[in-house]
Antibody, heavy 119, light 111 residues
Framework: EVLLVESGGGLVQPGGSLRLSCAAS????????MHWVRQAPGKGLEYVSS????????SYANSVEGRFTISRDNSKNTVYLQMGSLRPEDMAVYYC????????????WGQGTMVTVSS | QSALTQPASVSGSPGQSTTISCTGT?????????VSWYQQHPGKAPKLMIY???NRPSGVSSRFSGSKSGNTASLTISGLQAEDEAEYYC???????????FGTGTKVTVL
C-alpha cells in the first residue's frame, strides 16, 4: 500500500522554528518528486514547496521563500520541511503529497500535520 | 501569487449533473494542459480526481470528467450522488516563480 505519514507538527511561538517529516512507503521513493501543501483553518489549499526525486531542484511559494527549506533523505524514504521565522499566517494543516510522475499533479496525500503559531 | 477563481458553491439534485469552473490566466490554466482537480471531505486529505485536464486516476468514477477552453477549466460531475458532497479544488502548473497554484475551492451540495 502506498502511504505517506506526516509528523512534527505542534505549537510554536511566532518567530520560532519547526521541522516537519513525511515518511513514505509502498513505492520507489527516490524516483518521485514530492511536495508540501498547506491549508489554514477554514481556508483553501495553498502550494508550499516541491523537491525533485534526486533532491537536486527545489521550488517554493513566494510566501515561504527564504524561511522554509525542503529536503529529502532517499535512504530513509522521508521528505522534510524545515520552517523558520514562523508567522501566525503559517498556521495550517501541512500535507505532503506525491507527484503523479510524469505529470503536474498530486496523486497521493498524507493525513496532514497541524502547525499552530501562537504566543 | 493569485489563486485560480472558482465559484464558492454549486448544488444539484441526485442524478443531475453539475459543473465547476476554474478560471486562470495564460500563465497557468491557459498555457498548459496541466490542470488537476481534488475532492476534499471535511477533516480529510484531498483526493486526486482529474489530472492533465481530462485524465482520471485509476479508481475514480467515470461520472467525473474534466475539460478546458482557453483560460477556464471545468469539472463535471454526472449523476450526482450524496457521497459527491464535498469541497473541490482545481490546480494548475504555472510559469510563475512557484510552479503550482490552487483554486479558491467550490462547495458542492447535493440537495
Amino acid at each position: 500500500e502506498v502511504l505517506l505519514v506526516e509528523s512534527g507538527g505542534g505549537l510554536v511561538q511566532p518567530g520560532g522554528s519547526l521541522r516537519l517529516s513525511c515518511a513514505a512507503s509502498g513505492f520507489t521513493f527516490s524516483t518521485y518528486p514530492m511536495h508540501w501543501v498547506r491549508q489554514a483553518p477554514g481556508k483553501g489549499l495553498e502550494y508550499v514547496s516541491s523537491i525533485l526525486g534526486n533532491g537536486g531542484s527545489t521550488s517554493y511559494a513566494n510566501s515561504v521563500e527564504g524561511r522554509f527549506t525542503i529536503s529529502r533523505d532517499n535512504s530513509k524514504n522521508t521528505v522534510y520541511l524545515q520552517m523558520g521565522s514562523l508567522r501566525p499566517e503559517d498556521m495550517a494543516v501541512y500535507y505532503c503529497a506525491r507527484d503523479t510522475r510524469p505529470g503536474f499533479a498530486f496523486d497521493i496525500w498524507g493525513q496532514g500535520t497541524m502547525v499552530t503559531v501562537s504566543s | 501569487q493569485s489563486a485560480l477563481t472558482q465559484p464558492a458553491s454549486v448544488s444539484g439534485s441526485p442524478g443531475q449533473s453539475t459543473t465547476i469552473s476554474c478560471t486562470g490566466t495564460s500563465s497557468d490554466v491557459g498555457g498548459y494542459n496541466y490542470v488537476s482537480w481534488y475532492q476534499q471531505h471535511p477533516g480529510k486529505a484531498p483526493k486526486l480526481m482529474i489530472y492533465d485536464v481530462t485524465n482520471r486516476p485509476s479508481g475514480v468514477s467515470s461520472r467525473f470528467s474534466g475539460s478546458k477552453s482557453g483560460n477556464t477549466a471545468s469539472l463535471t460531475i454526472s449523476g450526482l450522488q450524496a457521497e459527491d458532497e464535498a469541497e473541490y479544488y482545481c490546480s494548475s502548473y504555472t510559469s510563475r516563480s512557484a510552479p503550482y497554484v490552487f483554486g479558491t475551492g467550490t462547495k458542492v451540495t447535493v440537495l
